[in-house]
């Protein structure tokens, strides 16, 4: 049948033009794969189902390798399709799934040493943070308005310098990194737990959340991914818990200053977002007693911890009782250069860790050490083990099973994934001790998974839609700025979502006529190489339409054959099929 | 039928079985009636701190409550501007008080969904859907108010400013979406030959990707009409180069109001902004609130001088999906509460008034002893107002809010 469908394309093209022609030339590889893949494939594909060892014997058809390469990658690029043949699906899961033996290309790597991906929180906020910058900037200390705004202009450019370096390095392991489901797993779970570049002193450590927190846990275990994240200065500062403080605490008490009482902000994403779901059976109360679990567990003074403290003297005889100087104050003091500021972190580094990746620090002064009952478990005022304790029960929850499972099933399945599928990872949850890869694993042996109503069934969401346009392109970014413009005007700022859910993955979030149109305004400017800051390498409108391959509609292929040839690769781009995955 | 028409047939669904033609009988007779009725919704993402919008400084418990945060009683420069004895408007708000004493502003006191949710998720889709508490609502109540108005056929029937789909718009009638931005473009999609090929592939699927790329081709061409022209753009440049710049939605105001104005098929629109979620350091008469509230305010403002002779048409309604504590954090914020005011303008709305039921602040008062009670139903408020704005009968309001009854008629008042 495939075999007949492309005959006539290729007919038809004969007869259309010259460089149609050529197309016809190109296409026959995946044409002549899918026909040897046809009707034989799915005799044997059924014979494996029934003596039911399918993930033993099963083989699978281009249609088929496609769609898993759509899901498991941000979409195939030119010879995906013949590697994952050669290879077999089996074997390219279970590299995707441990992708620690994947050699990553030097000049990727190099994209990715820059600082904002590899110094901790507080050498980011020392470096590049407003007291630094007002140090370099007010050379004598005053506030004149000259030197005002030569420090306004070196914040605006410590934003743009950190926020382009983590940008370009994720934009570009998104399109070329070899561990595919890796980059996929950390745009999953940058969003399930997401902070935003645009809150204050996240503008330094969005990267380090990400390489810290996110990266290395994003195929490991939810407890350890948890516990990062619930650990890192950025989400601390996110979500308000470096200032959340028991108001009977000996730092609260009798005093004024922003530490005076709870915040229960991230004790509620916590258990909402993070871990049970909002349906997870948890009460207002419950936040209440997480808030003063969390109590104490915030960022490290003279390195974020006293964030837009106006009174210079608090500061001061606050950092005093740590034992040490104020680090802002110094570094005004000393109006020196960025060696002067490392020097100065290094004499520190006793009492809080300044290079610990994660960057957070727990004041016990501010702690609350009375007795919490949270989900009917008693937790004992013992300090910063509370937390450590909080965690692992809440991890352990069927609800925080079956919470990651829904959104895992949807992300990789469908909009309305089955309550069967959910079920079957919360178990594979539950078994595997929150065993991310195991859960995959089901994920990708499961019958929905493979389903064929599964298939082309999902919207590309812009993020997708843009690397998976540079995937199939063999695209390469040279100037990432436009590149965030587009995500930007498609509703997807990259890493300014403002919300703490994150952004959606469903068609209802996307599909809508403005949204639609400016992907093809992107697929049009990009597809004839005028779009600015990127250039397709693979100009061969028969080699991307390998990528969308059987999905590819005869209305579209006729357009596109039709067309001049200048159009080509945009009206692929453009296509209804291309948007959908 | 199409889902269109299907949609605005299940809502007549106990007329039309045995009347015949009905369905054109009663667009005909509402294109009479309300054709030029139009509903603005501004919803205020992250939960607004009614209490430091309308200030209840006739209360001591307020000032016990928020020692850090407490706007100071009217009178002196720079403070609250009084409403009535015993309430008063932010002063970041002051550009709104030229309505309140046209009698085109009010405020609802205590409303709210009766959903006890503090998730902020939650709470915006219960209120964008109008059906708290139910999870698999897919539908949004300004979507199905679409289906109860007359179909003029018009690609900008519905508006939203934005990038994506708000739950509140979601359904089969296509929102006009566009982004509000100073510089309004050319793009390929402009250009004929592009366009005629992407319509090539696009046309005759019958599937919802044609439906948009349909949608937005007729709407693009209208947005664009309306909003081109350089002394629209050197003003709305002139407003970002002020103090709006720091907030991308400065100017929403002006761009709305003009389409509006110059679009008169619009009937609905539909706009979010964000930044409300102050658990931290909210600052009273100055700091972040009341940076924001300027924001809003100015673009209220602009929004109803921009719409010229139209603000009589036109009701505007600006909701949040919960409130906050009344008593302030210990960050110098607030954390989720659960009422909340809800704000309405325009040309028929009987306003310098407060409505709503107000018990004070006492500790007995505060719903679970920390934050307002909800006394209003949100859909009670709605549903008085679109009742009466857009001539809409009880039966026409149980498609819109299916399942909720409304009996509540104390707003009855609301319109003039």
């Given at each position: 049948?495939?075999?007949?469908f ?7 093209a ?16 995946t ?8 009707p034989?494939a799915?005799?044997?594909?059924q ?14 058809d ?13 979409g ?8 994952v043949?050669?290879?077999g699906v ?42 630094a ?12 308005p ?10 605006r450019?410590s934003?743009?310098?950190?926020y ?19 980059e ?20 330094l450590?969005?990267?380090?959340f ?53 915040n ?22 419950d936040?209440?007693?997480l ?36 680090m ?8 020196q ?15 809080p ?40 029960i ?31 990872l ?11 890869s ?13 389903d ?24 390469q970014i040279d ?15 990259l ?8 952004y ?10 403005d ?5 093809i ?18 100009r ?28 080509r ?8 099929e291309?948007?959908?995955? | ?17 045995f009347?015949p ?12 009636t ?17 209490l ?32 009535d ?23 609802v006191?205590?409303a709210?969904s ?17 059906m ?25 029937r ?15 009638i296509?929102?006009?979406t566009?982004a509000p931005?100073?510089?309004r ?12 090929e ?12 044609e ?40 100017g ?7 389409l ?6 619009v ?10 979620d102050?658990?931290?350091?909210q600052?009273?008469?100055k ?5 924001q509230?300027?924001?809003l ?5 602009e929004?109803?001088a921009?719409?010229g ?6 009701t505007?309604?600006?909701i ?11 960050n ?25 039921r ?21 859909r009670?408020?709605?549903?008085s ?7 809409l ?8 809010f ?9 707003l ?5």
């Open positions: 049948m495939k075999a007949s492309i005959n006539a394309k290729a007919g038809k004969l007869r259309f033009s010259a460089l149609a022609y050529s197309i016809a030339l190109l296409l026959p590889p044409l002549a794969a899918f026909a040897a893949n046809g034989d799915r005799s044997q594909k014979e494996a189902k029934s003596s039911g060892q399918a993930s033993q014997k099963r083989t699978y281009n249609k088929e390798i496609l769609h898993m390469l759509n899901r498991v990658s941000f195939p690029a030119p010879g995906d399709l013949e590697r043949k050669r290879m089996e074997a390219y899961l279970k590299e995707q799934l441990n992708p620690s033996s994947i050699q990553q290309p030097e000049e990727l790597e190099k994209i990715c040493n820059v600082p904002a991906l590899t110094e901790s929180p507080a050498q980011l906020f020392l470096t590049y943070g407003r007291p910058l007002k140090a370099i900037a007010t050379k004598s200390g005053s506030d004149n000259a030197d005002k705004k030569e420090l306004q202009k070196a914040l450019e934003y743009q310098f950190l382009e370096d983590t940008a370009r390095a994720r934009l570009a392991r998104a399109v070329e990194s070899p561990a595919q489901l890796q996929v797993m950390t745009d999953f779970w940058y969003n399930h737990f997401n902070i935003s570049v645009d809150k204050n002193l996240d503008h450590w969005v990267g380090s990400e390489e810290a927190a996110i990266r290395p846990h994003a195929l490991g275990k939810f407890r350890d991914l948890l516990g990062a994240t619930a650990h890192h200065a950025a989400m601390l500062f996110y979500l308000d818990n470096w200032q959340n403080t028991s108001a009977d605490s000996p730092m609260a008490k009798g005093r004024k200053g922003r530490f005076q009482g709870i229960e902000n991230y004790a509620r994403e916590l258990m909402e977002l993070h871990t049970l779901g909002v349906d997870g059976g948890y009460t207002q109360k936040v209440q007693e808030a003063r679990v969390l109590t104490g567990l915030g960022l490290p003074p003279g390195a974020g911890g006293g964030f837009g403290n106006n009174n210079p003297a608090q500061r001061l005889k606050d950092a005093a009782e740590l034992g040490q100087g104020d802002s104050m110094q570094l005004q003091r000393r109006a250069g960025r060696q002067g500021i490392f020097e100065t972190g290094a004499a520190m580094a006793g009492k860790d300044l290079n610990n990746k994660l960057g957070s620090y727990f004041d016990s002064r501010r702690h609350d050490f009375g007795k919490k009952l949270i989900l009917g478990y008693r937790i004992d005022g013992s300090g910063e083990d509370e937390i450590e304790q909080v965690l692992t809440l991890a352990k929850q069927p609800a925080t099973a079956k919470h990651i499972s829904y959104k895992l099933a949807q992300y990789f399945v469908s909009d309305t994934p089955s309550a069967e599928l959910v079920d079957k919360a178990n594979r949850y539950l078994e595997s001790d929150g065993d991310i195991a859960i995959l694993n089901t994920l990708f042996h499961s019958q929905e998974f493979w064929s109503k599964a298939i082309n069934a999902k919207f590309k969401s812009p993020y997708r839609y843009l690397i998976s346009s540079l995937r199939a392109t063999n695209g100037n990432v700025k436009p590149s965030l413009g587009v995500l930007s005007q498609l509703g997807m700022p890493y300014k979502c403002l919300t703490p859910d994150g959606k993955n469903t068609k209802e979030a996307w599909l809508n006529p949204n639609l149109l400016n992907r305004n992107f697929a049009t400017a990009y597809g004839v190489g005028r779009f600015p800051g990127i250039k397709p390498n693979l061969d409108p028969a080699a991307v339409a390998d990528c969308l391959g059987p999905t590819l509609s005869d209305q579209t292929l006729d357009t596109v054959m039709s067309a001049p040839e200048n159009m690769i945009s009206l692929l781009l453009g296509s209804p291309f948007m959908k995955y | 039928m199409n889902r269109r028409e299907f949609l605005k047939a299940a809502g007549m669904a106990t007329a039309s079985c009347l033609g009905f369905q054109a009988w009663a667009v005909e007779s509402n294109s009479k309300s054709s030029n009725k139009k509903l603005v919704v501004v919803f205020l993402r992250g939960a607004i701190d009614g430091n919008v309308v200030v209840p400084h006739g209360d001591p418990a307020y000032y016990s409550m928020r020692q850090k945060i407490a706007l100071q009683a009217p009178g002196s420069p720079g403070t609250a501007l009084a409403l004895r015993d309430f008063a408007l932010h002063p970041s708000l002051a550009a709104l008080m030229p309505l309140w004493q046209k009698k085109k502003l009010a405020f006191l205590n709210g009766p959903d006890p949710t503090r998730s902020h998720f939650d709470a915006q889709d219960y209120m964008e859907t109008g708290p508490g139910n999870k698999v609502a897919s539908t949004g109540w300004m979507q199905r108010l679409l289906a109860q108005m007359p179909d003029n056929h018009s690609p900008v519905a508006i939203n400013v934005g990038s994506t789909t708000p739950r509140i718009l979601a359904g089969p296509a929102a006009a566009y931005s100073a510089k473009r050319r793009a390929p999609i402009d250009r004929a030959d592009i366009s005629s992407f319509q090539q592939m696009y046309k005759g699927r019958n599937d919802d990707l439906h948009a790329f349909l949608e937005g081709i007729a709407a693009r061409n209208t947005i664009n009409t309306a909003l081109a022209g350089d002394e629209m753009n050197a003003e709305m440049q002139a407003a970002n180069g002020g103090a709006l710049a720091a907030n991308k939605f400065g929403f105001g002006k761009q709305l109001g003009k509006m104005h110059d679009e008169a098929k009937q609905v629109a539909f706009v979010a902004l964000g930044g409300f102050t658990h931290v350091n600052g009273n008469e700091g972040q609130l009341a940076n509230l300027n924001v305010g100015t673009g209220l403002s929004l109803s921009a719409l002779p139209s603000f009589d048409d036109t505007i309604m600006v949040s999906e919960f409130g906050r504590t009344a008593k302030e954090n210990g110098g914020g607030t954390d989720h509460g659960h009422g909340n005011l809800i704000w309405l303008l325009g040309g028929d709305i009987n306003g310098g008034k407060l409505y709503g107000w018990n004070g602040m006492s500790q007995k008062e505060l719903y679970e002893g920390r934050d307002l009670p909800v006394s209003t139903d949100f009670s408020v709605i549903s107002v679109i009742g009466e704005h857009l001539r009968s009880q039966s026409q309001l149980e498609a819109i299916p399942g909720f009854k409304f009996t509540d008629k104390s009855s008042s609301i319109i003039v």
